[in-house]
């Protein structure tokens, strides 16, 4: 079990563990502390998809441009911004979803949208499934 205590500025840490929900399968738990000593939690099915939705909180919450570089340069994430680069020709994932063309995504459903609810900020992805869920404050 991660110990967010553990995690230091700047760094991630996370563990693969298998869902009780048996149609989600296995899962990755993902911390990552910014430098300002915010813990950034999410739970995805692969790491790759967890550093996505980080980097895209980051942006959310005002990140510096240096600390977006310093997080992508020590993760070796590569840069993704959901809301701009969605293959299907939209102006974002979240105008694709509403009028439905993501049917037939040539990226199967890697595009993603953020939804600030109450008390949660929730990123979907093109097809209306949650991808992860933040407690505002968090």
Excluded: W
């Amino acid at each position: 079990m991660l110990d967010p205590k553990m995690c230091e500025r700047g760094r991630e840490q996370y563990e693969l563990f298998k869902s009780s929900d048996k149609s989600r399968g296995k899962l990755v738990q993902y911390d990552y502390r910014r430098l300002n000593g915010e813990l950034i939690s999410c739970v995805s099915k692969t790491v790759e998809d967890c550093r996505k939705i980080t980097l895209k909180r980051l942006e959310f919450k005002g990140a510096s441009v240096e600390e977006i570089r310093q997080y992508i340069a020590s993760t070796r994430s590569t840069p993704f911004d959901y809301l701009d680069e969605v293959p299907c020709g939209q102006p974002a994932a979240e105008t694709a979803f509403k009028l439905g063309v993501c049917a037939t995504c040539p990226r199967n459903q890697l595009c993603a949208f953020a939804v600030q609810e109450a008390y949660h900020d929730v990123v979907y992805d093109c097809t209306g499934k949650e991808i992860s869920r933040y407690s505002i404050g968090d």
